[in-house]
């Protein structure tokens, strides 16, 4: 069974720093493209970036909101993908969820974390 | 960047009734697209991709057509569980964005 577990959500200061963590299990991780999918509390969904597989070349896409100031990176010796979140602003604020995105015509989310909620506020 | 709008934002519907949700990409897309019913407190939940390809498991009172740029989809009969609010994705080309979702209620 694909199981996928954030962690590392809390409350922190605006300006400070933060990482999220990514547990998965039940699939191969190294051969996916891992994402991170953030919900402002009573907002729509807003995609942060993903990382691709090793096999090609592990790079990486940001959303321009974010895009500076986070780092996604990945283990794949202990399937954990990680958000580094830098220089936090009120406005981070949300639930963030881990996914995993599957390529079949097109890619998509085919599993979900049950998120961690990330307070930003002094 | 290419921008999702759904329409309408919000609806109320009634069980058994036809529902549909249209999203509309700023560009052509090329079916690239996928569409997620979230409930409450919950993660989202994949139904559809590739325009109209549903997700295994998902039931087939779900359809999603479109081309282009337009995109719907569509629920046949509303069961009292399908009241949650919908959202798409493109995934054409980054960042990939979801429209601002379709809140189907009672």
């Known amino acids: 069974e694909v199981q996928l577990v954030e962690s590392g959500g809390g409350w922190v200061q605006p300006g400070r720093s933060l990482r999220l963590s990514c547990t998965a299990s039940g699939f191969t991780f190294g051969d996916y493209v891992m994402s991170w999918v953030r919900q402002a509390p009573g907002k729509g969904l807003e995609w942060v970036g993903f990382i691709r597989s090793k096999a090609y070349g592990g790079t990486t896409e940001y959303a321009a909101s974010v895009r500076g100031r986070i780092t996604i990176s990945r283990d794949d010796s202990e399937s954990i993908a990680y958000l580094q979140m830098n220089s936090l602003k009120t406005e981070d604020t949300a639930v963030y969820y881990c996914?995993?995105?599957?390529?079949?015509?097109?890619?998509?989310?085919?599993?979900w974390g049950q998120g961690t909620l990330v307070t930003v506020s002094s | 960047d290419i921008q999702m709008t759904h329409s309408p934002s919000s609806l109320s519907a009634s069980v058994g009734d036809r529902v549909t949700i249209t999203c509309r990409a700023s560009q052509g897309i090329s079916n690239s697209l996928a569409w997620y019913q979230q409930k409450p407190g919950k993660a989202p939940k994949l139904l559809l991709y590739?325009?109209?390809r549903l997700e295994s498991g998902v039931p087939s009172r779900f359809s999603g057509s479109g081309s282009g740029t337009d995109y719907t989809l569509t629920i046949s009969s509303l069961q009292p569980e399908d009241f949650a609010t919908y959202y798409c994705?493109?995934?054409?080309?980054?960042?990939?964005?979801f429209g601002q979702g379709t809140k189907v209620e009672i």
């Open positions: 994705q493109q995934y054409y080309s980054t960042p990939w964005t």
């Open positions: 996914t995993r995105a599957t390529y079949s015509f097109t890619y998509y989310f085919d599993y």
């Open positions: 590739a325009a109209s």
